[in-house]
């Protein structure tokens, strides 16, 4: 594929624009959403270093913080019994990481920091149990998952059906390029059972709208001998893509995403045409001295054009009950107030509708 990366520059600084101009006539809460994802992705290419960094989810009892000891080779993280449930999140990180890396931690809020000396250019964040009582912990994750190169999911023979994994599972689609499943603790399963267990994992994962999920399994602190599967799971990780090509391709979709919702507050509508029946209408509710009932069509009809848009409705209403021709009075007061809105809504979906076309060209660049 062509890397999108060189384009991503441009594209932010498009997306920038569209948000600018939205921002001069949108509520704030309808901007706010889309623009948050533009500073996300502004930061997220700001910290990329060369380092391949691997985020470890899952529950309590997974094996999450032994899986860490597995890949490290080392006591890193206190498992067990001595640390039952990940409280704070903690890094195992190259001696001589890049100052993005570093950035992106002290970002994130990561202070507890091991260092390693490995010639792996490894990064591997033990991050909370997201079936806590802390529901911060899984907004961490959430708030985690666009700077990783890896989401590794730690499951459990027991408890891999766990509906708090799931649903979070389903609710971070977005980032499912990232993810990876590890179904650890397989010294507890028969041979022909981890078989069973592993093909319904993957079936339970692509029932979440996971595609073609990738599942590997370990045993990474087993009751008898070493840790099982984890070299293996080691190398995966170090040959997963670091590249600008990846990550930045993975920032696309997220301004594609935000472009999507700020979409949905820009959408067309008739309104010459459906504006002359509902000033009529209102007109003539005013004329039979029913100003409340033509008040209650026109807010109706402006929400429906302008959400979150406030109009002096009841001014107009007033005013136009002393005019001759009360549609007249209103084409002149509420109408003239909302053809002066929807004009910028014309010139911001004009400019959205040229980045979502350069999004999709990036996304669809080939060879």
């Not at 704070?88 to 992106?104: E, G, Q, Y």
């Not at 997963?240 to 507050?265: C, F, Y």
């Given at each position: 594929?062509?890397?999108?990366?060189?384009?991503?520059?441009?594209?932010?600084?498009?997306?920038?624009?569209?948000?600018?101009?939205?921002?001069?006539?949108?509520?704030?809460?309808?901007?706010?959403?889309?623009?948050?994802?533009?500073?996300?992705?502004?930061?997220?290419r700001a910290l990329v270093g060369k380092v391949t960094v691997v985020g470890l989810l899952g529950g309590t009892g997974a094996g999450k913080s032994s899986m860490l000891n597995a890949l490290a080779g080392d006591e890193v993280s206190a498992a067990g019994a001595m640390r039952p449930t990940t409280a704070?999140?903690?890094?195992?990180?190259?001696?001589?990481?890049?100052?993005?890396?570093?950035?992106?931690l002290d970002m994130l809020s990561i202070g507890e920091r091991v260092h390693h000396r490995e010639v792996a250019p490894l990064a591997v964040l033990d991050l909370p149990d997201i079936d806590s009582l802390v529901t911060d912990h899984r907004r961490l994750v959430s708030d985690v998952l666009p700077y990783l190169d890896v989401a590794l999911w730690v499951l459990d023979p027991e408890k891999y059906h766990d509906r708090t994994v799931h649903d979070l599972v389903r609710s971070l689609l977005n980032h499912q390029s990232t993810f990876r499943f590890v179904l650890n603790q397989i010294d507890r399963l028969d041979p022909a059972d981890q078989v069973l267990v592993t093909a319904e994992l993957?079936?339970?994962?692509?029932?979440?709208?996971?595609?073609?999920?990738?599942?590997?399994?370990?045993?990474?602190?087993?009751?008898?001998?070493?840790?099982?599967?984890?070299?293996?799971?080691?190398?995966?990780?170090?040959?997963?893509?670091?590249?600008?090509?990846?990550?930045?391709?993975?920032?696309?979709?997220?301004?594609?995403?935000?472009?999507?919702?700020?979409?949905?507050?820009?959408?067309?509508?008739?309104f010459t045409g459906r504006w002359e029946g509902v000033r009529k209408q209102a007109g003539e509710l005013i004329r039979d001295s029913r100003q409340w009932e033509a008040e209650m069509e026109l807010v109706l009809f402006a929400s429906e054009v302008l959400p979150g848009v406030k109009l002096d409705v009841s001014g107009s209403v007033a005013a136009a009950s002393d005019h001759p021709d009360p549609g007249a009075a209103l084409d002149a007061s509420v109408g003239r107030q909302m053809r002066e809105r929807l004009h910028p809504r014309a010139r911001t979906r004009a400019l959205l509708a040229d980045l979502q076309l350069a999004l999709r060209e990036a996304l669809r660049a080939g060879p």
């Open positions: 594929m062509t890397d999108p990366g060189p384009a991503l520059p441009a594209l932010l600084d498009q997306y920038d624009r569209v948000i600018a101009d939205a921002a001069t006539h949108l509520p704030v809460e309808s901007v706010e959403p889309a623009a948050t994802i533009g500073q996300a992705v502004r930061k997220r704070r999140p903690m890094a195992w990180i190259p001696s001589d990481s890049d100052s993005a890396l570093d950035a992106l993957q079936r339970v994962l692509r029932a979440d709208g996971v595609n073609n999920p990738v599942v590997w399994t370990a045993a990474a602190d087993p009751t008898f001998g070493p840790p099982q599967g984890t070299e293996e799971i080691r190398e995966s990780l170090l040959a997963a893509p670091t590249s600008s090509e990846e990550r930045d391709r993975e920032m696309v979709n997220e301004l594609e995403r935000g472009a999507g919702m700020l979409a949905g507050h820009l959408e067309n509508v008739d």
